[in-house]
């Protein structure tokens, strides 16, 4: 079923594709499809323990390409038992991009928060789960973006609909009368093997709501220490203002990813979160090691050990253990 939110989106790439390139000369598009399946098992030790074994996510992705137009539409499949939502199947990229000229790119409709250094999508990470456990970086969101780059700097603004995690993060809240979005981001790759990012998230007061105001600041830094290995850290402070679940907290990474063979890599990952006026979540930091082999160019097996220790509240410490293949189209 296409909600309201995906016909929002839909509408709002679809007036810019238009506004921009009517006096365009258009030629045929080159499509493209790309996606995943992702599948595997889990056992997490704790109070109670837990076991999965299932398709954890799988997506298609479409790619319609015609310069200076690029449309992108997106399925997502997840477990509604394992997310707030009422389906298995979700819309997620609905967006168009306009290269219009001199490093600047405008897209609009729906898309994926800049913010946080892990991806969205844990198959895009060296590792199955991720490295701290406050939901404080925004998934989805609909709206119109500007973006830059050139050689050593890249950047961009947007203005969309919500700048929170939402219960899924598949998409935002779908409307700008009561509260709106602002985000934007600069990085610097000028320096050799080395990327520097900083980005704010703000969303405002819901006037519905009466939720306040909430600020996310992010900042993390990845280098390329030699052919094998990288290494990366990032922190990331969040003020809610004591209204929502997390209120003010700070979350924090640091990775070192090593590649041993062609075929064989891990990861190993420190984490964790500080919550400064929250007592409805515990501190926490979480220890990860994540072997990865690439059975092929498409397929890939990894691997995860976890221990979160918690302390200031009765969260039980939790030991996890997990093996994921990774099927890529």
């Known amino acids: 079923m296409i909600t309201s939110k995906t016909k ?8 810019l594709a238009l506004a921009l390139t009517a006096h365009a000369q258009m030629t045929p598009p080159a499509l493209s499809t790309t996606g995943f399946v992702l599948g595997g098992a889990t056992h997490t030790s704790g109070t109670p323990s837990t076991d999965t074994l299932n398709i954890a996510s799988a997506m298609i992705k479409f790619d319609a390409t015609t310069k200076p137009v690029e449309g992108v539409v997106s399925l997502y499949y997840v477990p509604a038992s394992t997310t707030a939502t009422s389906g298995d199947i979700h819309v997620l990229d609905a967006y168009v991009n306009v290269d219009v000229g001199s490093g600047w790119t405008v897209t609009a409709g729906r898309y994926l928060s800049w913010m ?3 991806s969205f999508f844990t198959i895009n990470n060296p590792e199955i789960s ?11 969101q609909e709206g119109v973006r500007a973006s830059y780059s050139d050689k050593d700097w890249n ?11 939402s219960t899924s993060a598949f998409t935002g809240d779908g409307e700008l009368k009561h509260s709106y979005g602002v985000e934007g981001y600069l990085a610097y790759t000028g320096l050799k093997d080395n990327t520097t990012w900083f980005g704010i998230s703000y969303d ?8 306040a105001a909430q600020e996310t600041y992010d900042l993390w830094d990845q280098y390329q220490l030699s052919k094998e290995a990288y290494v990366a850290g990032e922190i990331a402070y969040h003020d809610g203002h004591a209204t929502d679940a997390v209120g003010q907290a700070t979350s924090w990474l640091v990775l070192v990813d090593y590649t041993f063979t062609d075929a064989v890599s891990a990861a190993f990952r420190i984490g964790g979160d500080q919550n400064h006026k929250s007592t409805a979540l515990p501190n926490d930091v979480k220890f990860t090691f994540a072997p990865t082999y690439i059975v092929s160019k498409n397929l890939s097996v990894r691997a995860e050990i976890s221990y979160v220790n918690t302390a200031g509240s ?9 093996v994921q293949g990774v099927f890529k189209f």
């Not at 009765?314 to 997990?322: D, K, L, V």
Request: charged residues 10%.
């Open 155 to 165: 950047g961009g603004v947007s203005v969309d609909d919500s700048d929170v995690n």
């Open 116 to 118: 946080g250094y892990e």
């Open 130 to 140: 991720f490295g701290y456990l406050n939901g404080i970086i925004a998934g989805y």
């Open 204 to 211: 405002s007061k819901n006037h519905l709501t009466g939720v």
């Open 314 to 322: 009765t969260t039980p410490n939790t030991t996890s253990y997990g």
């Open 8 to 15: 929002l989106a839909v509408v709002a790439a679809s007036a």
